[in-house]
């Protein structure tokens, strides 16, 4: 059972995340249009702003939390259940509230200062302040009911927040556009308000609805498990368990910012004009990235329900379930990144006329496609370490990862790798995250099944076989060709995973979706 509502929820989440991909793209086509470039350059400049401050507010609480109440739940602790729901509570109220009283002061100075460079953007910084107090105090919501291990109620949430959002940026930007781009671009960045705060009307209410289920649970318990732990002390470690996870997500525009900063002179030193590394540039960060994360969606889904799953079993010392839930999420992991990574490889330049009606993109998708395992990897290994209590060890090893990118992009961008060596840099670093965490969950004596891997790896080689054979024979009609190929491989590759023995009847039963056709 408990497989069951690990594996349930990291669908939830990987169905919730997809929706809020599909409506976000919605968003950026229909905002691009009303405002043009000029006004999402001004949305652009503030947003990123907004974006650090919920990633030092609120990026680690949900971990640390889910984390927390896991371990007290394990051990039927109810009453310290709740206790780190009200300390979280109280805690990211305040935190939310300093951080959008320092926004307003700041606004100013930033542009004043030249940080925003644009005068403009200073009404958009403005609008986002109240989001940061309710998206804030949000994130102690969605980290409590995901260490209860339940994952529709922030799912519903996260889509919720993004549709409000959207049709609110969209209304508003439309209406103020007459009273100038910089009025509609600060309504469009006002959208974030009107989201987060639905988002958390919707988290009260599941509360209110689970509340009652909870008082249930508790009141079958008939001796106290132990004192309520204080409050300095739980804020303490609240704050010792998300402060890494914090750091991790800070690091993430610090990864991206090494391509922003570093690529494009490479490729001009290797001896591409400014407009031609400007192409190519755009070719991976615009068009290979943005598939790599789509297709890493499900990981990171299984990441986050795997932290609390594993906090579960960690509080109560049962080191065969949580070796057994990282085999689970191992094999997960390799299922969906292998093939993926395959297929974008061997179909990088179907892919990218599909999708972009251009062939230019196909060395930046091709050499990019190894990225989607690696980082799936690094996501799926970073909750198992997390779910220990061990926040500090994945952000250690991704300032590793980032030193290696660093010295890659140097080494390998250059006039004979061209993008293809950048490409390759994110894959050094992506791949020497995941590397160093599993070396530490190895000294943790968590062991994984190379041999299931091996085999998946093995399906997926013939599934890229198959791919390229039902291409070639179609090549007469591109797009159909490339989805065909797509269909034949996808076929292939799930015949060819019982015939190697990498799923067998007992594993295909433990998901949520799947076991209900096999009963």
Known sequence: MSSDKFLRGAMILTLAGLMVKVIGSVNRILLSRLLGGEGIGLYQRAYPVYLLLLAISAAGIPVAISIIVAGFLAQKDYANVRQVFRVSLRLMACVGAVLAVCLVLAAGWLVDAGVITDARAYYSLIALTPAIFFATILASFRGYFQGHQLMTPPAVSQIVEQFIRVVTMVVLAYVLLPYGLEY??????????????????VMGCFYRYYRKQWQTDAGKLQTPTGELVRSRALIKRLLLLALPVSCANILVPVTSSIDVLLVPGRLIDSGLSVEQATAQFGYMAGMAQPLLLMATIPTMSLATSLVPAVSEAFALNKWQIIEQKAA????????????????????????????????????????????????????????????????????????????????????????????????????????????????????????????????????????????????????????????????????????????????????????????????
Do not use: D
């Open 184 to 201: 509609a671009a600060a309504g469009a960045a006002f959208g974030a308000v009107p989201g987060s705060l639905t988002g958390l009307v």
């Open 328 to 519: 689970t999420a191992m094999k997960l992991c390799c299922l969906i990144t292998v093939p993926a990574s395959v297929g974008m490889w061997v179909l990088a330049e179907p892919i990218s006329l599909l999708l972009y009606g251009t062939a230019k993109a196909c060395v930046a998708i091709m050499h990019s496609a190894p990225a989607i395992c690696l980082l799936g990897l690094q996501q799926v290994t970073t909750g198992m370490l997390q779910g220990m209590g061990h926040t500090n060890l994945p952000m250690l090893n991704m300032l590793f990862g980032i030193a290696a990118k660093l010295v890659a992009v140097c080494q390998l961008t250059n006039a004979e790798y061209g993008i293809a060596g950048a490409a390759w840099a994110t894959n050094i670093n992506f791949g020497v995250t995941a590397l160093l965490n599993i070396i530490a969950l190895y000294k943790f004596s968590i062991r994984f099944s190379w041999l299931s891997i091996a085999k998946i790896i093995a399906a997926a080689a013939v599934m890229g076989a198959v791919a390229v054979e039902v291409h070639m024979l179609l090549g007469g009609a591109p797009a159909l060709a490339t989805i065909a190929a797509m269909l034949a491989a996808g076929i292939s590759y799930i015949i060819l995973l019982p015939l190697l023995g990498v799923l067998n009847r007992q594993e295909l039963c433990q998901l949520p979706v799947v076991k209900r056709f096999l009963k």
